[in-house]
């Protein structure tokens, strides 16, 4: 970002192996450490927790950054491309609340990881590529730009599924439904105020738009981990939180003729309020978590195979033995 200030510069080429290296080091990491985690007996709420949190705020960074790979500009493209892919990110997460079963589209994290990696290529061997102009239904688009709409077209078909999923599960419970049809006010909400401060003020997002998505990056991350705080401590998910406070008075001070606060602090000091809440937040979890369940928070307790297999007949996993299984293959 540093890089590319307008996300239309091109970018130092060690830039882009770099970016896939981490984007594939994060993708692998994301899928082994549950499995580990079960492995040892060791899979807790708080990793959960962790995984999804991490995931909350990734997905705004590697959006921003595949921004700049595609060099779509500071507009309003940018700003709906990390919109519905935070959207959708959160819908996913209020899905599983309701239904406790997360199924992913065809097309979902994986595939979207793998793109990036792609891109990152692709940009690496030839810069310009994704500058280059084509027609489609006779609009002059770059490449970059006709990437991000099968991108957007996945994440709408994301979040139709799952209210697909959520409505069809609980239609026959009116309460349920409705307490379902609420919990999406805290996204919606989020969405439109950010939509309307970024559509009233172009002259403050053009030169700040890594400020302002990182801002509405955690603010959303806020709210996915208070969903998902919800739904592992099975208390009631709050429809608002003091985060989204800066939020309405930067839409409400946009429509002003003579702005009462100056827009670009204002979003550089949110942009920091929002960061350093997302971080109290994350250390107040790991702190009562692991004081309540006895267990550290990057720590591994190696266990000798007895006091496994004890644990795992506490939880109720069963495993095969290898001599049962090897017999079984033979």
Not at 37 to 46: D, E, F, G, M, Y
Not at 63 to 79: P, Q
Not at 203 to 209: A, D, Q, S, T
Not at 253 to 276: A, G, R, T
Request: aromatic share 16%; hydrophobic share 50%; net charge neutral.
């Amino acid at each position: 970002m540093f890089n590319c200030p307008t996300a239309t510069e091109p970018l130092p080429d060690w830039v882009y192996l770099v970016n896939a290296f981490c984007v594939f080091y994060y993708q692998t990491m994301d899928a082994w450490d549950g499995k580990q985690a079960r492995r040892l007996v060791l899979s807790s709420a708080l990793g959960e927790l962790f995984d999804h949190g991490c995931d909350a705020i990734s997905t705004v960074l590697i959006t921003m950054t595949m921004s700049c790979v595609l060099r779509i500009g500071c507009g309003y493209l940018f700003f709906i491309n990390i919109n519905f892919m935070l959207i959708a990110f959160y819908i996913v997460q209020w899905e599983l609340y309701f239904t406790n079963n997360l199924v992913l589209w065809y097309v979902n994290v994986t595939e979207g990881q793998l793109l990036a990696i792609t891109l990152n290529l692709i940009s690496f061997m030839n810069p310009d590529y994704f500058i280059q102009e084509t027609t489609l239904m006779g609009y002059n688009l770059t490449y970059g730009q006709l990437v991000i709409l099968p991108c957007a077209a996945i994440a709408i078909s994301t979040c139709f599924t799952a209210f697909i999923k959520v409505f069809s599960l609980n239609f026959s419970n009116s309460a349920k439904l409705k307490e379902a049809v609420i919990s999406l006010y805290p996204c919606f909400i989020t969405s439109i105020f950010f939509s309307i401060w970024a559509y009233n003020s172009p002259n403050l997002f053009y030169p700040n738009c890594y400020v302002f998505c990182v801002a509405m990056g955690f603010v959303f991350g806020g709210l996915v981990g208070r969903i998902l705080l919800a739904r592992v401590t099975k208390m009631t998910y709050s429809l608002w939180y003091y985060i989204q406070v800066p939020m309405f008075i930067g839409a409400i001070n946009s429509f002003l003729p003579k702005k009462i606060i100056d827009e670009e602090m204002l979003v550089i000091f949110y942009c920091c309020f929002v960061v350093v809440a997302y971080i109290h937040f994350a250390l107040c979890i790991i702190q009562d978590f692991t004081a309540y369940n006895g267990i550290p928070c990057f720590g591994v307790t190696l266990w000798d195979n007895e006091e496994i297999e004890r644990r795992r007949k506490r939880r109720g996993i069963v495993l095969p033995k290898v001599e049962e299984t090897e017999k079984k293959n033979n």
